[in-house]
């Protein structure tokens, strides 16, 4: 999530995960958006144990919702 640029990094990880299990790359990428989602709202609605409220809270929430919305295709 670091990395210059984070869309190329999470294709790069989905590229290298999908030929090594050999899975379609679409099928992984919607699987792992879904994760990416439900592990967000999870922690929204039960807290987080490392921010349980204030400014850390909500930057917590934007870096767990980022990989979501990196695998949003663009429209």
């Known amino acids: 999530m670091e990395s210059d ?3 190329r990094a999470v294709e790069r990880v ?4 999908t ?3 050999g899975f379609d790359r679409e099928r992984v990428r919607r ?5 990416a ?3 967000t709202f999870h922690e929204i609605r039960h ?9 850390d809270r909500e930057r917590v929430t ?11 295709p663009a429209a």
Request: hydrophobic share 45%; glycine share 6%.
């Open 62 to 72: 934007a870096f767990a919702a980022r990989p979501a919305e990196l695998l949003t």
């Open 14 to 17: 989905l590229d290298i995960y």
């Open 5 to 7: 640029d984070p869309s």
């Open 31 to 35: 699987w792992a958006q879904w994760h």
């Open 37 to 39: 989602v439900t592990a």
């Open 19 to 21: 030929e090594a299990a």
């Open 47 to 55: 807290g987080y144990r490392v921010a349980p409220s204030g400014p």
